[in-house]
């Protein structure tokens, strides 16, 4: 088989800054009187996948759309692919490839004929479709259901095929908001082996959002965001770095107590995260032993492990991703019934 | 999907100088919308076939049971009428019209449908114009209702209509403006609606009351007051009276006497086919125009 790279653009070194495909400065979105996105600044270079990590409600989904050109901002500037999202938003959507946090393929069709009709409407030249549609359905792996109707389609097909249909017109950069919420962790996983082998291949730019830690990993970098804005940015080590040493998670059957004394007698902040605590330390070996010796109560568990993106995310904010949604779907729903009241 | 790991082969990529995209004119997406919705079409014959049924249950067991009750012309008031004219010959054209108006509304459903399954996004995002979304979901409907009253005419024979090369080729096209007047008004109502129930409901309370007013089923004439004015307010009215007087004139029939069965009649004016054509033509017009304001202002 003959693959059929998706971009024309070979990958340009990372470091060069001046190369940036997405320029976001002081952005805000309001809907009525709440603010879902509070002064954004970002930038992301050509070949990065970007991650916009953060809990459901934090204004992930705003921004993507603001950038998508499918919103417009209350303020602020954003640049995509060198063009004015307020200014130009026909030229951005041209130059962007979209999958949508929601099934967006008409199931009555067949996969070719999905792509078939999104390369007549982003322009894709005559000569060139049956071609890219062969290569996009390759890169996804579905070229022996190209002509199977997409109602007969796995969820993990169907995003599968998303993806290929938002790199079928070449754009100089991929938007993916939760592109694998509803999939189960494996189908999860093989959509990330195809996202990681279209930006291998091709150098596309990738920039997604999710409140998955694990996939946040995948990104080159990251951007952890809360409340509507940027408490975090830097690769998923750097971010790491921030909690230094090790995480010790013990779990006593007096955790309040336990915290106490560890404070106390131990010197370190725990915090509390459902039925554990959990202690940032620099050596988490010898802090064990430690740990043990100081507290009174009887120890269930204790678990040392290295520094993860959620670790991160609860120093950032105090609390957990967990946690976080749910407040954070309240305040969207109140945001959305506000916006809408007003319409 | 599969269980275990999907085994990814990564070949080589061969790298291709890509062109620059070429944009997209408002005549190849309004082509694009279209297209799509007449392939979906094509795919679900069973619903054509189907469709077909409540069209032939009218002329079959209404059209018959009418015709037996009415006995031959005189009761439609039809002087100068051959005996042999009957009741079935009259309501023909007006099942054709009936068809098209069914099949029109409901392929205008596809927006609401498009919404649900979310593929109007894939639509609304891309970068054509939305006038060029609104104007091919009106004539992707279009061809569909108009198909849809073409299929009808195969059953002229078993009603005792004589079609004609000539009678043929007039009602097509008019078949087909009738049809794309009514997917505009469809779709400026669909583009608004957000739900299924919504426009099932919407459509049901105007498209029966579209119907019997139409003149499809007995003749605009000597109605009562309020009626006469509802029937003039119904646009299916001026797609019904030229399709009839095509068929029932291109059957032989004195064209005089047809004129008068038919012609939608406003006082003592008599509204001749082109005008007919004109109040359809001006009512798409009018209903392309809100069809696409909605879409251009929807996110």
Redesign the interface.
């Known amino acids: 088989?003959?693959?059929?790279?998706l971009?024309?653009r070979?990958r340009p070194p990372a470091e060069d800054t001046r190369d940036l495909v997405i320029e976001v400065t002081g952005l805000v979105k309001r809907y009525g009187t709440v603010e879902a996105v509070r002064g954004i600044d970002l930038a992301v270079r050509r070949g990065e996948i970007f991650g916009f990590l953060g809990p459901n409600g934090a204004g992930k989904s705003t921004t993507i759309s603001v950038l998508?050109?499918?919103?417009k901002p209350t303020s602020g500037t954003a640049r995509v692919a060198g063009l004015d999202v307020s200014r130009d938003p026909?030229?951005v959507?041209?130059r962007i490839g979209?999958v949508?946090q929601?099934?967006?393929?008409?199931?009555?069709?067949t996969a070719r004929?999905n792509l078939h009709?999104?390369a007549?409407?982003?322009?894709?030249?005559r000569a060139?479709r049956g071609e890219r549609i062969v290569a996009a359905l390759?890169t996804v792996?579905l070229s022996d259901r190209a002509d199977s109707l997409v109602t007969t389609f796995?969820?993990?097909?169907k995003r599968r095929l998303e993806i290929a249909?938002g790199i079928l017109?070449?754009p100089e950069v991929l938007f993916l908001d939760e592109p694998t919420s509803g999939l189960d962790p494996?189908?999860r996983a093989?959509a990330w082996?195809?996202l990681g082998?279209i930006r291998d291949?091709?150098g596309l730019t990738i920039f997604m959002t999710t409140h998955y830690m694990e996939e946040a990993e995948f990104c080159d970098r990251i951007a952890i965001i809360d409340h509507g804005t940027i408490v975090a940015l830097g690769t998923p080590d750097e971010l790491k770095a921030q909690v230094g040493g090790d995480i010790v998670v013990v779990s006593t059957v007096d955790d309040t107590l336990a915290a106490d004394e560890i404070a106390r007698k131990l010197g370190v902040t725990a915090v509390r995260d459902g039925d554990t605590l959990r202690v940032e330390v620099q050596d988490g070996a010898q802090f064990v032993p430690q740990l043990i010796t100081a507290l009174s109560m009887p120890v269930k568990t204790v678990t040392v492990r290295r520094p993860s993106l959620d670790d991160v995310f609860l120093k950032l904010t105090g609390r957990a991703i967990r946690a976080a949604e749910g407040e954070g779907r309240m305040g969207m729903m109140r945001a959305m019934a506000g916006a809408r009241g007003r319409r | 999907?599969t269980?275990g790991t999907?085994v990814?082969?990564?070949?080589?990529?061969?790298?291709?100088?890509?062109?620059p995209?070429?944009?997209?004119s408002m005549a190849?997406?309004v082509y694009?919308i279209w297209y799509?919705d007449v392939?979906?079409f094509w795919?679900?014959r069973v619903r054509l076939v189907m469709s077909l049924a409540q069209p032939i249950l009218y002329l079959a067991i209404f059209g018959v049971g009418l015709s037996s009750t009415l006995g031959r012309s005189g009761s439609l008031g039809g002087a100068g009428l051959p005996a042999s004219f009957s009741y079935i010959q009259f309501m023909y054209p007006g099942v054709l019209g009936m068809a098209v108006l069914f099949t029109a509304i409901f392929s205008a459903m596809s927006v609401v449908w498009?919404r649900e399954?979310?593929?109007l996004?894939?639509?609304l995002?891309?970068?054509?114009s939305r006038s060029a979304v609104a104007l091919g979901k009106a004539l992707g409907g279009a061809t569909q209702a108009a198909l849809q009253g073409v299929v009808m005419l195969v059953f002229a024979p078993f009603v005792g209509v004589h079609l004609t090369v000539v009678s043929v080729v007039e009602v097509i096209p008019l078949l087909f403006l009738l049809a794309f007047a009514l997917t505009s008004f469809g779709v400026a109502i669909s583009a608004r609606l957000k739900t299924m129930q919504g426009f099932q409901m919407v459509m049901n309370f105007l498209m029966m009351p579209m119907f019997f007013l139409s003149g499809a089923l007995f003749p605009l004439r000597g109605l009562p007051g309020w009626m006469t004015v509802l029937t003039r307010f119904d646009p299916v009215a001026y797609g019904i009276a030229p399709v009839r007087s095509a068929i029932l004139g291109g059957a032989g029939l004195p064209q005089a006497a047809v004129d008068r069965l038919t012609s939608v009649t406003i006082g003592s004016y008599i509204v001749p086919v082109g005008v007919d054509v004109g109040v359809l033509a001006a009512f798409s017009a009018a209903m392309l125009a809100i069809a696409m304001r909605s879409f251009r202002h929807r996110?």
Not at chain 2, 8 to 19: L, N, S
């Open positions: 088989m003959t693959a059929v790279a971009s024309d070979p998508c050109t499918l919103l026909d030229g959507r041209s979209l949508f929601d099934p967006s393929l008409d199931i009555q069709l004929e009709f999104h007549m409407v982003y322009g894709v030249p060139q390759a792996d796995s969820g993990g097909m249909r017109h070449a494996q189908t093989n082996e195809h082998r291949t091709t | 999907m269980a999907t990814i082969t990564t070949a080589p990529p061969a790298v291709v100088t890509m062109p995209r070429v944009s997209v190849q997406a694009i799509r392939i979906r795919r679900d498009d399954f979310g593929f996004r894939e639509i995002v891309a970068p054509i996110d």
